[in-house]
């Protein structure tokens, strides 16, 4: 009998706790998504920006009701507060650096759905809107949740403390003899982020790009009002000038180590975009995400690839890779 393949990589995040009777209100005016209205265990996504428009980090945001606590990007934490205490001025506002402390898991492949129901008893299909679910068995809390990029799946978060409980219950002999459980590592995930263009912190989402040129408007209000970098954000929408655009490239060569904008796309002998996440996929070949100037923006010319004794021809896609 064939199991069903189920796959789970350990994603690395710092965690956080936001209290104060402002807690909702001030994150709302300092990111890009409407999270005035976050519902009792509801999270949403939304993305911290500078003045400019740029990356600070993406949060995901749990309101537990008296408290948020929200997800940052690992190693990310200490600068998530900082930014967030420039703009506390008289709002009833804190921030608890809960870095360590949680652990979190995606699962994701076949019929996750069915192995969620087995493992905590519920439907994750039937939650309420972004809503999620506190499991506490035997007293050890967690959070399940939908992922709600490409992958799909849902995302597990619990303790560190109770980090062995908790592993025994997912490869228990019981779930064993149902599902091919396979972990993902570092490598093979980059690699299926690439193909399924999701943007990293620290390599797509940085202080040189914005959410638009990384393909997150789905995080992004034009509603709600004002909030750090609206002004600009809304100016790159309203009037179409998104600088840039994250693509796919396709190599015909390996491509070298990514870093600081080594690895450059040509276009008729101009420079016109960057390379920042490479891979080798089995699907696709030497593959990678970058950026391009929009005015050399055309999927249907031909391209190539430059960098310190390195140069080979390539083809840039929309995302995801097909």
């Known amino acids: 009998m064939r199991l069903t393949v189920l796959n789970f990589y350990k994603i690395q995040k710092d965690y956080l706790k936001f209290t104060g009777n402002d807690r909702l209100d001030l994150v709302n005016r300092l990111s890009t998504n409407d999270v005035n209205s976050l519902k009792e265990f509801e999270w949403e996504k939304s993305i911290l920006t500078s003045d400019k428009g740029r990356f600070v980090d993406l949060l995901t945001l749990y309101n537990f009701g008296d408290f948020v606590f929200s997800a940052c990007s690992a190693g990310n934490a200490e600068n998530v507060i900082s930014h967030l205490g420039k703009y506390t001025i008289m709002d009833d506002f804190n921030s608890e650096d809960l870095a360590g402390t949680h652990g979190s898991i995606l699962f994701f492949g076949d019929n996750t759905a069915d192995f969620a129901n087995r493992m905590f008893g519920i439907d994750i299909n039937a939650l309420p809107g972004n809503g999620f679910y506190i499991d506490k068995l035997e007293g050890k809390d967690s959070i399940i949740a939908i992922n709600d990029d490409a992958l799909r799946g849902f995302i597990f978060i619990y303790a560190k403390e109770d980090e062995t409980f908790q592993f025994k219950r ?89 870093e600081d904008k080594n690895v450059r796309i040509i276009f008729e002998g101009k420079e016109s975009g960057y390379i920042t996440s490479t891979a080798v996929s089995k699907k696709f070949g030497n593959i990678g995400l970058g950026f391009i100037r929009t005015v050399f923006l055309d999927f249907g010319k031909n391209y190539s690839l430059k960098a310190d004794s390195f140069e080979s021809k390539c083809k840039i896609i929309k995302l995801p890779f097909k």
């Not at 002999?173 to 399924?196: A, G």
């Not at 997150?216 to 790159?236: D, H, M, P, W």
């Open 170 to 258: 997912i490869f228990s002999e019981e779930l064993k003899t149902k599902y091919d459980i396979r972990e993902i590592f570092d490598n093979e995930f980059d690699t299926i982020r690439i193909e399924n263009g999701i943007p990293a912190f620290g390599k797509e989402m940085t202080e040189q790009t914005n959410p638009l040129e990384c393909n997150l408007e789905k995080y992004v209000s034009y509603t709600k009002g004002c909030y750090i970098g609206q002004e600009v954000i809304a100016r790159l929408d309203a009037y179409d000038k998104i600088s840039k655009h994250m693509i796919g490239i396709i190599s015909d060569l390996p491509l070298p180590p990514v």
